[in-house]
């Protein structure tokens, strides 16, 4: 089993940059493949981002291409999401999740996953 921490969320301006960070426990962190959603008040989760296990390929979301970029670093056992350029559209709770290597599956679909953050909350103000 993974235990997920999101943490690095908070309030920014309009254009700014924060960086999120998501710590696992478990030496088989390695093996997960790991994405990024997001919830604001009132609406379903949504996909942002994703890497495979050996962060040899990444996918994004159109809303967030070019302006976040998704990371990992296995010896550390976390995640990251550099979000650059925000906007108050961005404002949701950042939760991170996980799923057990397979050679195929779906990374923008939410029942992907076996694990989940409990969330980290961004506030981009205009």
């Known amino acids: 089993q993974v235990q997920l921490v999101e943490s690095g969320g908070g309030l920014v301006q309009d254009g700014g940059s924060l960086r999120l960070s998501c710590a696992a426990s478990?030496?088989?962190?390695?093996?997960?493949?790991m994405g990024w959603f997001r919830q604001a008040p009132g609406n379903e989760r949504e996909f942002v981002a994703a890497?495979?296990?050996?962060?040899?390929?990444?996918l994004y979301a159109d809303s967030v291409k070019g302006r976040f970029t998704i990371s990992r670093d296995n010896a550390k056992y976390t995640v990251y999401l550099q979000m650059n350029s925000l906007k108050p559209e961005d404002t949701a709770v950042y939760y991170c999740?996980?799923?057990?290597?397979?050679?195929?599956?779906?990374?923008?679909?939410?029942?992907?996953?076996?694990?989940w953050g409990q969330g980290t909350q961004v506030t981009v103000s205009s």
């Open positions: 999740a996980a799923r057990t290597y397979s050679s195929s599956y779906s990374p923008k679909e939410k029942s992907t996953y076996n694990y």
């Open positions: 890497i495979t296990w050996s962060g040899g390929s990444t």
């Open positions: 478990g030496r088989t962190f390695s093996t997960y493949h």
